[in-house]
């Protein structure tokens, strides 16, 4: 394959064609980034912090021009386009603000005559990113490394190649040196081949299990620092005291934002036996107010699925749960005459042997899981090989607490979906990959933990 081209979501037609860079291509950035680098490193923190904000303010001037890009690419709603831009114009200004209190050296008292810790930064990352949220992601590890020092290079996916462009055209709007961020338009054999460069000293990706399985595969061969983001099947979990009005209206926020396309989406329910009939009555008709249509209208709020064999894959999940016994409560069938567009999906009666149990459904389906009570609750919370986020409904927010602290993932969250926050470190157990992102362990992530003792 010598080019790649992308299909807008909504319309089924082709939206742009990229051609894939040559090895002489790849070798260029590959060592642009490397000359780049250690005067990027020895940069002043501040003249790095002002860089970043001016990336940020890029970004706002040119929200509107980006989020027809996203919409176009990957399908999102205008609105959500917006608010994830918006998102990453925040990142920048946090990071420029905080970055030197995170990377300031920490003492440690020993019995030395002075100990202490320094953050170093560590070369190039290479950073393989998904199309859900095509800006959000891509700054999610930017913002924070640039800050610490690094250069990076990324591959984006390949439907949403503009997007990677505009990132890349709002830090040289910013001033950013050349070489210290590139775009590589390539597949996923000279991806593996870059990941091997030596000048390439660690790697990100945001991603499924399976693309997770080869690259960190791949580094752990290379013995290269690696961070993992991938899938998740999140639990949300309603106890018996709920406020089922508040609980619903967050529910369908988080299981049908962004067309169910999100790691941390809600998706699994896990609603007690006492409210569970009520329950599912309201959300049913909650979630049946989604409109599937064309993303730029004010008036849609059912994005289309990112590609029509994303949406194909879904609906064979939702049949094979169907044919194991699960009952179609809401949609269940593509939206007729629409290119990737599916409706919003609410499965009853989900158990054990089911995709809609034991799989990620990356898409606008929700699962209701039955349980007795609390006890069961947990139990089937953390009957998963994901490890993402979950949350926990309740209206005592002690008892929400301590559902959470038994829930194993790497976000629990009380009366609130779980949410990516720049000022939290997000991240993953079990399968749902390793490493943090954002807040102060994001920063840390891609540096060199130096220890130095002075005696």
Not at 14 to 42: C, G, N, Y
Not at 111 to 128: D, H, K, L, N
Not at 267 to 274: E, H, Q
């Amino acid at each position: 394959m010598s080019s790649y081209e992308t299909i807008n979501p909504h319309t089924g037609q082709s939206e742009h064609t990229v051609q894939l860079m040559d090895a002489a291509a790849i070798e260029q950035r590959l060592a642009a980034a490397s000359k780049a680098f250690p005067t990027w490193a020895a940069r002043p923190l501040d003249e790095r912090a002002a860089l970043l904000r001016k990336a940020g303010e890029a970004l706002t001037r040119r929200r509107e021009d980006i989020q027809r890009v996203m919409t176009a690419e990957m399908g999102k709603l205008r609105v959500e386009a917006l608010a994830e831009i918006d998102k990453c114009a925040q990142a920048c200004a946090y990071y420029a603000d905080h970055a030197a209190e995170y990377l300031q050296p920490k003492e440690i008292r020993t019995e030395a005559q002075r100990s202490y810790v320094r953050y170093e930064p560590i070369g190039c990352v290479f950073a393989v990113m998904p199309w859900n949220f095509p800006i959000w992601q891509v700054f999610r590890f930017l913002a924070p490394g640039l800050m610490a020092g690094n250069v990076a290079l990324l591959k984006h996916a390949s439907n949403v190649p503009r997007c990677a462009d505009a990132i890349k055209s709002v830090l040289d709007e910013a001033g950013f040196p050349a070489g210290v961020f590139d775009v590589l338009h390539i597949d996923n054999d000279q991806a593996a081949e870059v990941l091997r460069d030596p000048r390439v000293v660690a790697v990100t990706l945001t991603g499924s299990e399976r693309a997770g399985r080869s690259i960190a595969g791949n580094a752990g061969e290379q013995l290269k620092k690696s961070v993992m983001e991938l899938g998740g099947s999140d639990a949300f979990v309603v106890l018996d005291d709920a406020d089922l009005d508040k609980t619903v209206a967050a529910a369908v926020k988080s299981r049908f934002d962004n067309a169910g396309q999100t790691c941390i989406a809600a998706k699994r329910f896990i609603v007690v036996a006492p409210i569970a009939d009520a329950f599912v009555e309201k959300f049913v008709a909650a979630a049946g107010k989604r409109v599937a249509g064309d993303p730029q209208r004010e008036d849609v709020t059912l994005a289309p699925m990112a590609r029509a064999d994303l949406r194909d894959e879904l609906h064979k999940q939702v049949k094979a749960s169907v044919g194991k016994g699960a009952k179609v409560l809401l949609g269940g069938e593509p939206v007729a005459g629409t290119n990737a567009a599916y409706p919003a999906t609410i499965l009853d009666a989900v158990g054990p042997g089911m995709p809609a149990y034991d799989e990620e459904l990356f898409g606008p389906v929700a699962a209701i899981l039955r349980v007795s009570d609390e006890a069961e609750a947990v139990r089937v919370a953390n009957d998963t090989t994901y490890g993402l986020g979950g949350s926990v409904w309740t209206g005592d927010a002690a008892r929400g607490e301590r559902v959470a602290q038994q829930l194993e993932c790497g976000a629990a969250f009380v009366n609130a979906i779980v949410k990516s926050d720049v000022r939290l470190p997000f991240g993953g157990t079990k399968r749902s990959g390793f490493g943090r992102e954002l807040a102060e362990h994001g920063i840390h992530e891609f540096t060199n933990v130096k220890t130095v003792y002075v005696a």
